[in-house]
């Protein structure tokens, strides 16, 4: 077992737990930043430290590229190469079947994508994937799987339920063979990625295929890219229904405030998303009375902290109207400022919601975040 539950909400499916890595525990739930290549936009390693996160997410279909998974596992894995101490999570690469500049197809065996480096194709195999993250050396490996575009037909949709399948099958089978020798404190965590878009009857087949395979927990992926949030939820409910409840859950791509508490609601576990940090470098950052425009006329000259809640490094020492002035004039200091301050923000929400969770406090906090959050 990789997780264990430790306080539920009497309300709702909200839960704490712990997930046990091999290079440690990390309280659930949480939300990552996500580190496509090996860091944020603007904001380093450190950072994430002083802002108390506690895992991050890199790409591994990206790393392998440049600098290259054999150079990472020369370095002595992810953790080392980033001189960060937390959890490592790794994505597979199934999300870049969403970029044009990168997919080139899929068949029953793997996927083809153009190195933007070299313009060459190459050729993912699911066990070709594994080698990579292992390789990476990440604490938390996802599946290959295939994630069906928004304006797919249901047909469509299917077909990539049935590949993704077969994939996570053979990820798992070569998975566990490569590690096999190892203490099981020692092995990096799988999971399996459930897809299925926004139909129930998809969402309970993948949920049943993959849960079948016994992963050591499952994402919910191909959600959060706007589609109605009404439709999201749904979702994560028909999903819920059929993962074990032992099982921890990963709601993948998810960032906006309310979407996490709406999710964690709902019995998810842990979350990523881009979002908070792109949304930063454009000014739209988060505040514990509601989501605010830094780029609007009425701070150019507010004197005050983004938050006077907030104890981020950006709060602490900067007001408005300085960072608004280094947004305005697209200094990199203000990106990474603005992006501080958002990934601390959802830090210190994650927190929040797993104290009141335990304090039975939970629904209160939802409340009134649905009060000051509109999705």
């Known amino acids: ?81 980033m001189a960060w101490n937390g959890i490592n999570f790794t994505d597979s690469g199934g999300f870049q079947m969403y970029t044009d500049s990168l997919y080139l197809g899929s068949d029953k065996n793997g996927v083809r994508f153009k190195n933007p480096y070299t313009g060459k194709e190459l050729y993912i195999t699911p066990e070709k994937d594994m080698d990579i993250q292992l390789d990476i050396n990440s604490d938390v490996a996802m599946c290959l799987d295939s994630m069906p575009l928004i304006e797919n037909s249901k047909e ?121 940090t792109r949304n930063a470098r454009h000014g739209s950052l988060y505040t514990w009375k509601g989501k605010i425009n830094l780029l609007n006329k009425k701070h150019e000259n507010d004197l005050r902290p983004i938050d006077e809640m907030c104890d981020c490094f950006s709060c602490k020492t900067y007001s408005k109207v300085y960072i608004r002035f280094l947004l305005k004039q697209k200094e990199g200091t203000g990106y990474r400022l603005a992006s501080i301050h958002n990934l601390h923000f959802l830090q210190s929400l994650m927190k929040k919601a797993r104290e009141s969770i335990k304090e039975g406090k939970f629904q209160k906090l939802l409340k009134d975040f649905r009060k000051y959050y509109k999705e």
């Open 1 to 81: 077992m990789v997780f264990d539950v430790i306080a539920r909400d009497k309300k709702s499916k909200a839960r704490t737990g712990i997930l046990h890595t091999k290079s440690g525990d990390i309280e659930t739930p949480f939300f990552m930043p996500v580190a496509t290549k090996m860091t944020s936009k603007f904001v380093s390693p450190d950072d994430f430290t002083n802002m108390d996160a506690k895992a991050v997410i890199s790409n591994a279909f990206i790393l392998s590229l440049k600098p290259g998974s054999k150079v990472i596992k020369r370095a002595g894995g992810i953790g080392k190469m």
């Open 156 to 276: 469509e949709i299917k077909k990539a339920i049935e590949k993704t399948t077969d994939w996570a099958r053979k990820c798992k089978i070569y998975h566990d063979k490569k590690q096999h020798k190892l203490p099981l404190n020692e092995r990096q965590i799988l999971f399996g990625i459930i897809q299925g878009g926004i139909h129930s009857d998809l969402r309970k087949i993948s949920s049943k295929e993959l849960t079948a395979l016994n992963f050591q927990g499952y994402s919910i992926g191909g959600l959060a890219l706007g589609e109605p949030k009404s439709e999201e939820y749904k979702m994560i409910e028909v999903c819920k229904k059929i993962i074990p409840e032992e099982k921890p859950v990963y709601l993948m791509g998810a960032g906006h405030p309310l979407e996490l508490l709406e999710a964690i609601n709902r019995g998810c576990d842990m979350f990523d998303s881009r979002f908070p």
